[in-house]
Every structure is written in C-alpha cells, then in structure tokens.
C-alpha cells in the first residue's frame, strides 16, 4: 500500500524567510502524481503545487516550489519569501491506481513577524 | 470554472439524531466525489468516494452513508449520530485527469 510520510510536525519561520517542508512516499505505480496541500485556520483546504511523476523539471507556482528526487521517493515543498498568509497547516499526498489520494499527517507552519 | 458548494457550514446534533450534510458541485459533469473527515490538528480520513451515480465505495466502516442522487450531489447521512462523529467533514472531487481535488468549505459537526 502506498504511504506518505511528513516527518516534520510543526516548524516556524520569520516572515521572508525561506522554509522547506519534508514529505517521502512509498509507491509501486510508475506513473503517479504528488501534490501539496494548504489548510489555513478557516479550514479551507487549497491545492497548493502537484508535480507528475515523468516529468523531470519540478513545478513551481510563484513563491512556491518543490524538490522532486524520484530516485529517493521524496517531494519537499519550499516556500520562497515567507508571508504571515502562509500560516497554515501543509499535506502533502499522492495519487494511488485506485481513485484516492494518500495523505500526509501534514506540518503545521508557522510564519512569525 | 467548477465550484463546489457544501452545507451546513457548522452543526450542532444530540446524540441519537440524524445527520445529513450536502455538497454540490457546479461546472462539471461526472465528478469523482468524496467526503473526508479530520479530527482538529490531524489528517484526513477518507469515509466514501463515489466515481458515478450508484456507485459509491465506504473506507471506514461505522454509521454513516453516504448517497448520490443526482450527477453533481452528495450526500452524507447518520440515523444516529454518536459523538465520536464529531468532526470536521470536507467534500471534495476530481474531474479523473490528474487526480488533483477541490474541496468544500467543510462542516464543522458537534455531537453533544
């Protein structure tokens, strides 16, 4: 079964720092994709950044980007310019054959002024 | 652009009441639909998923279910809530292109 782990439960960071979130997983499909999640304290939960596994240049959407090592199962998100918005609990999840989404036990992140 | 619509925002329910929430979605046809719940601070759980109409498919046994009606709505229900279902609820779908979901506003579910 696929697993996706968050070894970083709770980081915290001054605003316009740069910070790099953590997440490895385990799968058996060759063709998968990876995404990270933002939940802010509203609760709303956002689509942050997905990366598809064939491709080798790791996405990036504005501020933010990811480190994707498929070699060693492993998709950090880093956070460019650290804004108080970014305050917020992150997953990260990947895509499995059978319609569901593996998640994270997610990283909380805090940005200080 | 799709949209995803989710009610009640907050609930309050006795224990042994019944419980339904709902959730729509506009802008698309033949979503994948889900319901998650998440403990606060913790991760999500996946409760149903549903990839047509009559076709839905329960994670966790317990005493909710789940139905779809119609194309774009999905509905999650209780005969007797218990108050271990307190929680947060979140509806979520894909279109099954790239997997990515979109989510609810979710509910927030109290059982006194």
């Known amino acids: 079964a696929q697993t996706v782990t968050q070894s970083q439960p709770e980081m915290s960071v001054q605003e316009a720092e740069t910070v790099t979130l953590s997440c490895t997983y385990d799968?058996?499909?060759?063709?998968?994709?990876l995404f990270w999640y933002k939940q802010p304290p509203s609760r709303q939960m956002i689509l942050v950044i997905r990366?598809?596994?064939?491709k080798q240049q790791n996405a990036t959407e504005n501020r933010f980007s990811v480190n994707f090592q498929k070699a060693a199962k492993s998709f950090s998100l880093k956070i460019s310019d650290s804004q108080l918005g970014d305050t917020a609990m992150y997953f990260c999840?990947?895509?499995?054959?059978?319609?569901?989404?593996?998640w994270g036990a997610g990283t909380k992140l805090i940005i200080k002024p | 652009s799709q949209t995803i619509h989710q009610w009640p925002a907050t609930l309050v329910q006795p224990v042994g009441s019944p419980l339904s929430l709902e959730c729509t979605v506009e802008?698309?046809?033949?979503?994948?639909l889900y319901w998650y719940r998440q403990a606060a601070g913790r991760g999500l759980q996946l409760l149903f998923y549903?990839?047509?109409?009559?076709?839905i498919s329960s994670e966790v046994p317990q005493n909710l279910s789940a139905s779809r009606p119609q194309d774009r709505q999905f509905i999650l229900s209780s005969k007797k809530l218990l108050l271990s279902d307190s929680g947060f609820y979140l509806c979520?779908?894909?279109?099954?292109?790239?997997?990515?979901?979109?989510f609810g506003p979710g509910t927030r579910l109290t059982v006194t």
């Open positions: 549903s990839i047509g109409i009559d076709q």
């Open positions: 979520a779908f894909d279109r099954g292109l790239s997997y990515e979901q979109y």
């Open positions: 802008g698309t046809s033949n979503p994948n």
């Open positions: 799968t058996s499909e060759n063709n998968y994709y």
């Open positions: 990366q598809e596994a064939y």
């Open positions: 999840a990947s895509h499995d054959s059978n319609y569901q989404l593996i």
